[in-house]
């Protein structure tokens, strides 16, 4: 139900805030891979679990804590979330940069059950306290917000890093959930569902299970091998409980997704749309900024000055398209979009061991190009594929698209790279000869620790880890060597994984001209039409 009162002046800043801290974290901690991986020795599976948990756990609890908001407060749940994701993070910025892999993993799920609580609050509170007159500016302002805050975080977490070291992004999330969650407690006016549908709690299970064992077995593939029984295992309990969450939904009275909706060609054309897109756009910044540092060796702001073009094209091309919609269905536009983003990864593709600035600016600017084409005619189609008394829905099937698509999007392309870097790594280390003196325990070291980890490329000679310190003396003279089929070897992974993103935007683009309606999607008056 809508307020009828006035909002307070502080409630939309307050709400930019708390969504900006929950959409900077998804990207803002792949600046800081490679010192990651240099103080906690994390593998490259560890580091795509490090950046993926977060997002696998937000998207798998989103449908049910936007359900549990709706039913007992809005506001309610978003101070508990916020309150979550501020206790997860001072434990963060407490537990030091060399911090066991396993424990930044655990910090980052906990973060991700925080932030599935903000993010459906934000647009619930602003959809429930606005009049329709001012609704539209409000959620416009939560667009903006939702676009923007992922460079935010990249360029935040970078400018702290040039003073402090990579925990200092738990400080930017400790700012801004701070003055978030007090902007929160004064502005924002407690509201319900009045309704008192019971929760489909057993949906919400079916949610978190699937989403998290089909990543697990994407993620573990290249680390366990794609024949071991428990990659197999997780691909296909993952996929068996992604059927099982289907069916139970299509039985449940009230569930948390009717697949039913699916059934509208403009709903579920723009749903994939954006999953394809979030797939792709998160696996590019997973798999880019580890690029620019470890293969083109810049530094973490370095890094993400690289990125800034991306708004300075995207802005304007957001505006134009929100004219060309008003003549062009998402069926064109959409699809010119996806085709201009597959394009820009197999440019990306192209690139080697050498970094070639002009050939990675082109081709972000044709991403940006890409993403403004198809992300707009996207949500639109969403939501005017439903009617006024189910943008709720609407909105929730947006946010859980993005986020499932960056979650899968992180695990396919990280997979991807995890297995080429390993396959060149280790087809490397066999053609090293070590003197007859290094037992071979100090062999087999050496392999795992160029094998499992690019952080061979962030440190010093000086800088071995203890069990490689015996091998100093001969690894001087190969460390050059070594060091360039590293950086190869990266180069080559990155190429694999940002072809198969290009891949994904190409199938997108020709599933959203075949699926997408000639015309406009008229708003359903019901639920008849998808039934």
């Known amino acids: 139900m809508t307020s009828t009162n006035s909002p307070k002046r502080g409630l939309l800043p307050s709400i930019a805030l708390s969504l900006m801290t929950v959409i900077s974290a998804v ?108 609704r539209a500016k409000a959620v416009g302002v939560w667009v903006a917000v939702a676009g923007g805050g992922a460079v935010v975080g990249l360029f935040g977490t970078a400018v702290l890093m040039l003073w402090f070291d990579w925990t200092s992004f738990f400080w930017l999330n400790l700012f801004l959930a701070t003055v978030g969650f007090i902007g929160v407690s004064l502005n924002v006016t407690n509201s319900k569902d009045e309704s008192g549908h ?70 579920s054309a723009g749903a994939l749309s954006i999953m394809i897109q979030f797939l792709a756009q998160f696996g590019f910044i997973f798999v880019g900024m580890q690029y620019l540092q470890f293969v083109g060796g810049f530094e973490p702001w370095q890094a993400a000055l690289h990125l800034l073009p991306l708004p300075f094209v995207m802005l304007p091309g957001t505006r134009l398209v929100g004219h060309l919609s008003k003549r062009l269905p998402q069926k064109v536009l959409g699809s010119i979009g996806l085709t201009a983003f597959g394009t820009s990864m197999f440019l990306y593709s192209t690139l080697s061991e050498k970094f070639d600035f002009w050939l990675f600016e082109s081709a972000l600017c044709l991403m940006a190009v890409g993403v403004a084409f198809a992300a707009t005619p996207a949500t639109t189609a969403i939501t005017a594929s439903l009617p006024p008394s189910k943008q709720g829905v609407a909105s929730a099937v947006n946010d859980v698209a993005r986020e499932f698509g960056s979650a899968i999007g992180i695990a396919v392309l990280g997979a991807a790279l995890t297995d080429t870097y390993k ?85 997108g683009a020709v599933l959203v001209a075949v699926l997408a309606p000639r015309k406009a999607a008229e708003a359903v008056d019901d639920y008849s039409e998808a039934r």
């Open 27 to 134: 990207s803002a901690l792949n600046i800081a891979i490679p010192d990651i991986t240099e103080k906690t020795g994390a593998t490259q599976t560890q580091i795509t679990w490090i950046v993926d948990a977060y997002t696998v756990v937000f998207a798998g609890l989103l449908l049910l804590s936007g359900a549990i908001g709706d039913k007992f407060g809005r506001k309610t749940l978003l101070q508990v979330g916020l309150l979550i994701y501020l206790t997860a993070n001072v434990f963060g910025s407490l537990a030091g940069p060399e911090m066991d892999p396993n424990t930044l993993i655990a910090i980052r799920i906990i973060t991700g059950v925080g932030a599935s609580m903000i993010m459906p609050s934000t647009l619930s509170v602003i959809t429930t306290s606005f009049e329709k007159e001012e």
């Open 198 to 267: 019971r929760l489909d709690f057993v949906g919400g299970v079916l949610s978190i299970a699937a989403v998290s064992t089909l990543v697990f077995g994407i993620i573990e593939g290249p680390e366990q091998g794609w024949d071991d029984s428990l990659t197999i295992t997780g691909l296909v309990a993952g996929s068996l409980l992604l059927v099982v969450f289907v069916l139970w939904e299509l039985k449940a009275k009230h569930p948390l997704l009717d697949p039913r909706l699916f059934k509208i060609r403009g709903f």
């Open 423 to 507: 396959s060149k790594m280790s087809d490397y280390a066999q053609t090293i000869t070590f003197p007859p003196q290094v037992p071979t325990e100090k062999v087999n070291d050496f392999t795992d620790f160029v094998t499992n980890s690019p952080a061979v490329l962030g440190i010093d000679i000086n800088d071995l880890p203890e069990q490689m310190q015996s091998a100093k003396p001969f690894l001087e003279t190969i460390w050059d060597d070594l060091h360039n089929a590293a950086r190869i070897a990266f180069a080559d992974g990155s190429s694999a994984a940002l072809r198969l993103s290009g891949l994904f935007a190409f199938a």
